[in-house]
């Protein structure tokens, strides 16, 4: 359970966040999912919820277990098997191990005494293993992995070795298991989970909002997942990023879109009438201030006009949008970008080899595969920040790249938004640089927060106004409408259709496939090209 008492966030000197008393409060059977548009503050209320983050003001009292879900999970040693991760939530990789090293150890010593000691710390062991759920447990696991598209042969890789979205679903995994209801498990945990749907297909989505529905403990959930906040929750809080205030409302995603709409209207209706009369009431005013004898009536009456104003509820402002435009593209030759024999290995496994790509002019590419075929890993080496084992890049004349990374690893999370933004260009003026940053909602203050306390929404918007600044005649978009609002994805997806260079495009996201109208699919990991079709769209759900 969590209670937060006079909660107060802030970025920077902005308020994003205030709730007076015990308003915001998690119990066993709360879904609540908590909304507003991006930058509103909910990953940093999220964060502070989870004890992962400090708040300006306020208490947050948490009691009984929890697990938390960032929108960028960052993982201690890379070097652990994602099995052992997932099994790590119970403590089950460490008893696994020690249990191996005494069965080695019963089977080498020649010491009775010794070998005693060895059969009795094993059996200590193997009850501890038991006490936790023991081998069920490990095959419960393995179906949570499953269910989230995660294959045995992922679960025997090392992290550093899966993409972005596979460590993604490890992390995700491994809460999941802590919290799910089998031998061992704590069904009674509260989940805290920001955008858990990001990089999964859609039987995985699925499952997850069964797996959720059916859960026990608090949950608290940031999705732009329209169906999943409709299937699952049954509170809302809202984030009113205008007046810094979280609004509660007690049911279910649907009622709270029909009580919001409902309130709008009255809202619409209510100043109509109030502006009407207060109208009429002014007109009278104006008529009696011109007779001195009648001053203080028409005094009373403007007054009576300014109250009729003031007593409405405030009325609701529009969601600011981003205004979001790739560059004009710089001048090049017809193939700016050429890919030759690419080929990258971890260890002994092989993700992709022998690709050849060739990226013309003002030409549009859907890099597609399952998860984990390479799809990131080739636009990281096309965009030179990784190399490959093999092949290589030819550059043609005039090419000039603009990368954006899924996981946001072009942005520098301890400098500032200005600072970010200032070398990504650095040849750019100082007033055209504020504009751009404007145009992407970055002004005033936000421009000295560091980009590490943004949202994932926010780092979105960062990093598409580093690319607007480049002037770029090949863009490589690794899911660039992931953690955006419906409108913010829309802006994104028209800058798509309107831009005239070259697009190579990884996307879980039909509608970003649909606004490229591409002309070529790359299939990985054999890297094979065909033109594109609606065919292709449901391979994009599926990957």
Same mark, same amino acid.
Request: hydrophobic content about 40%.
């Given at each position: 359970?969590? /209670?937060?008492?006079? #909660?107060?966030? &802030?970025?920077?000197?902005? /308020? %994003?966040?205030?709730?007076?008393?015990? @308003?915001?409060?998690?119990?066993?059977?709360?879904?609540?999912?908590?909304? +507003?548009?991006?930058? @509103?503050?909910?990953?940093?209320?999220?964060?502070?919820?989870?004890?992962?983050?400090?708040?300006?003001?306020?208490?947050?009292?948490?009691?009984?277990?929890?697990?938390?879900?960032?929108?960028?999970?960052?993982?201690?040693?890379?070097?652990?098997?994602?099995?052992?991760?997932?099994?790590?939530?119970?403590?089950?990789?460490?008893?696994?191990?020690?249990?191996?090293?005494?069965?080695?150890?019963?089977?080498?010593?020649?010491?009775?005494?010794?070998?005693?000691?060895?059969?009795?710390?094993?059996?200590?062991?193997?009850?501890?293993?038991?006490?936790?759920?023991?081998?069920? $447990?490990?095959? !419960?696991?393995?179906?949570?992995?499953?269910?989230? +598209?995660?294959? =045995?042969?992922?679960?025997?890789?090392?992290?550093?070795?899966?993409?972005?979205?596979? &460590?993604?679903?490890?992390?995700?995994?491994?809460?999941?298991?802590?919290?799910?209801?089998?031998?061992?498990?704590?069904?009674?945990? /509260?989940?805290? #989970?920001?955008?858990?749907?990001?990089?999964?297909?859609? =039987?995985?989505?699925?499952?997850?909002?069964?797996?959720?529905?059916?859960?026990?403990?608090?949950?608290?959930?940031?999705?732009?997942?329209?169906?999943?906040?409709?299937?699952?929750?049954?509170?809302?809080?809202?984030?009113? @990023?205008?007046?810094? !205030?979280?609004?509660?409302?007690?049911?279910?995603?649907?009622?709270?879109? =029909?009580?919001?709409?409902?309130?709008?209207?009255?809202?619409?209706?209510?100043?109509?009438?109030?502006?009407?009369? $207060?109208?009429? %009431?002014?007109?009278?005013? *104006?008529?009696?201030?011109?007779?001195?004898?009648?001053?203080? *009536? $028409?005094?009373?009456?403007?007054?009576?006009?300014?109250?009729?104003?003031?007593?409405?509820?405030?009325?609701?402002?529009?969601?600011?949008?981003?205004?979001?435009?790739?560059?004009?593209? $710089?001048?090049?030759?017809?193939?700016?970008?050429?890919?030759?024999?690419?080929?990258?290995?971890?260890?002994?496994?092989?993700?992709?080899?022998?690709?050849?790509?060739?990226? =013309?002019?003002?030409?549009?590419?859907?890099?597609?595969?399952?998860?984990?075929?390479?799809?990131?890993?080739?636009? &990281?080496?096309?965009?030179?920040?990784?190399?490959?084992?093999?092949?290589?890049?030819?550059?043609?004349?005039?090419?000039?790249?603009?990368?954006?990374?899924?996981?946001?690893?072009?942005?520098?999370?301890?400098?500032?938004?200005?600072?970010?933004?200032?070398?990504?260009?650095?040849?750019?003026?100082?007033?055209?640089?504020?504009?751009?940053?404007?145009?992407?909602?970055?002004? +005033?203050?936000?421009?000295?927060?560091?980009?590490?306390?943004?949202?994932?929404?926010?780092?979105?918007?960062?990093?598409?106004?580093?690319?607007?600044?480049?002037?770029?005649?090949?863009?490589?978009?690794?899911?660039?409408?992931?953690?955006?609002?419906?409108?913010?994805?829309?802006?994104?997806?028209?800058?798509?259709?309107?831009?005239?260079?070259?697009?190579?495009?990884?996307?879980?996201?039909?509608?970003? @496939?649909?606004?490229?109208?591409?002309?070529?699919?790359?299939?990985?990991?054999?890297?094979?090209?065909?033109?594109?079709?609606?065919?292709?769209?449901?391979?994009?759900?599926?990957?």
């Amino acid at each position: 359970m969590i /209670t937060a008492t006079d #909660l107060e966030v &802030r970025a920077g000197v902005r /308020t %994003l966040l205030s709730a007076p008393g015990p @308003a915001l409060r998690v119990q066993p059977g709360d879904r609540i999912g908590l909304v +507003g548009r991006n930058g @509103a503050g909910k990953t940093t209320t999220l964060r502070i919820l989870a004890g992962e983050g400090e708040a300006y003001a306020g208490e947050v009292m948490r009691t009984g277990d929890l697990g938390y879900l960032p929108q960028d999970p960052k993982e201690g040693d890379l070097d652990v098997l994602a099995k052992d991760r997932v099994l790590s939530a119970r403590g089950l990789d460490s008893l696994l191990r020690d249990m191996e090293k005494q069965q080695i150890l019963m089977s080498e010593v020649v010491d009775d005494d010794e070998r005693d000691k060895a059969v009795r710390k094993y059996g200590n062991l193997e009850d501890r293993f038991s006490a936790l759920g023991g081998y069920e $447990a490990e095959s !419960e696991a393995a179906r949570i992995c499953n269910s989230l +598209g995660l294959a =045995d042969r992922i679960l025997g890789q090392q992290l550093h070795t899966l993409s972005g979205g596979q &460590r993604r679903r490890v992390e995700l995994a491994r809460i999941l298991f802590a919290a799910s209801d089998g031998s061992g498990g704590r069904s009674d945990t /509260t989940l805290l #989970l920001d955008e858990p749907t990001n990089h999964l297909d859609a =039987d995985s989505i699925t499952w997850l909002r069964g797996f959720l529905q059916s859960h026990e403990g608090g949950l608290i959930v940031i999705s732009h997942d329209v169906d999943l906040l409709n299937d699952v929750v049954n509170r809302v809080w809202f984030l009113d @990023a205008v007046r810094g !205030e979280a609004d509660v409302y007690n049911m279910t995603w649907k009622k709270y879109l =029909d009580a919001r709409a409902t309130d709008e209207q009255r809202r619409r209706r209510e100043r109509a009438n109030a502006e009407k009369k $207060a109208g009429a %009431l002014r007109v009278q005013a *104006a008529k009696l201030g011109a007779k001195a004898t009648k001053a203080v *009536a $028409a005094q009373n009456m403007a007054k009576r006009a300014d109250k009729l104003m003031s007593d409405l509820d405030a009325e609701r402002v529009s969601d600011k949008v981003a205004r979001i435009r790739f560059p004009e593209p $710089a001048a090049c030759g017809k193939t700016p970008l050429m890919a030759e024999n690419l080929t990258k290995v971890y260890g002994s496994l092989e993700i992709f080899t022998g690709v050849d790509l060739a990226i =013309d002019r003002g030409s549009r590419v859907v890099v597609l595969g399952l998860n984990g075929a390479g799809k990131t890993t080739l636009l &990281r080496i096309l965009g030179g920040v990784e190399t490959p084992d093999a092949g290589g890049l030819v550059p043609g004349h005039g090419l000039k790249i603009g990368y954006f990374a899924q996981e946001h690893d072009t942005l520098d999370d301890n400098a500032s938004v200005w600072e970010n933004i200032r070398h990504a260009a650095p040849d750019t003026g100082e007033q055209e640089l504020r504009s751009l940053l404007g145009a992407f909602m970055f002004t +005033g203050p936000q421009l000295e927060q560091p980009a590490g306390t943004l949202s994932g929404g926010e780092k979105t918007r960062l990093a598409l106004a580093g690319l607007v600044s480049s002037a770029a005649n090949v863009l490589l978009l690794d899911e660039p409408t992931n953690n955006l609002d419906p409108v913010s994805r829309e802006q994104v997806l028209d800058a798509l259709r309107s831009y005239t260079g070259a697009v190579v495009l990884v996307t879980h996201d039909p509608g970003a @496939a649909e606004a490229l109208d591409p002309e070529r699919v790359i299939l990985l990991p054999d890297g094979t090209e065909d033109h594109w079709s609606q065919d292709y769209l449901e391979l994009i759900q599926l990957a």
